[in-house]
């Protein structure tokens, strides 16, 4: 499956914005599905995954601002950001893999599949 993440942008703190990730060559219910980001000078970071099931989970540091969904009539995985702060600035990237466990979640090497990124920055 190859990945398109977009949506990216400039927005003011306390906005925003709906990152998307487009899958083709295989439907996004087929996979386990993630959104990772990364920082200027820092490490790649885990920011929620979707399961084949549905199952929703979020890192604790993004919980109750950002959600995720999945449209697999539009092959689609969305990110949706609210009340965006200066810290959530990084290049963002969705993955996915077809044999992904829960405890492996927020592991960048359990995912077989990358988009490019997608750079959000967020201004005080």
């Known amino acids: 499956v190859q990945l398109q993440a977009s949506g990216g942008g400039l927005v003011q703190a306390g906005g925003s914005l709906r990152l998307s990730c487009v899958a083709s060559?295989?439907?996004?219910?087929?996979?386990?599905m993630a959104w990772f980001r990364q920082a200027p000078g820092k490490e790649r970071e885990f920011v929620g995954s979707?399961?084949?099931?549905?199952?929703?989970y979020v890192a604790d540091s993004v919980k109750g601002r950002f959600t995720i969904s999945r449209d697999s009539a539009k092959n689609t995985m969305f990110l949706q950001m609210n009340s965006l702060n200066p810290e959530d600035t990084a290049v963002y990237y969705c993955?996915?893999?077809?044999?992904?466990?829960?405890?492996?979640?927020?592991?960048?090497?359990?995912?077989?599949?990358w988009g490019q990124g997608t750079l959000v920055t967020v201004s005080s």
């Open positions: 993955a996915a893999d077809r044999s992904l466990i829960l405890s492996s979640r927020t592991v960048e090497g359990a995912y077989d599949y």
């Open positions: 060559g295989r439907s996004v219910s087929g996979y386990s």
């Open positions: 979707i399961f084949r099931s549905g199952n929703i």
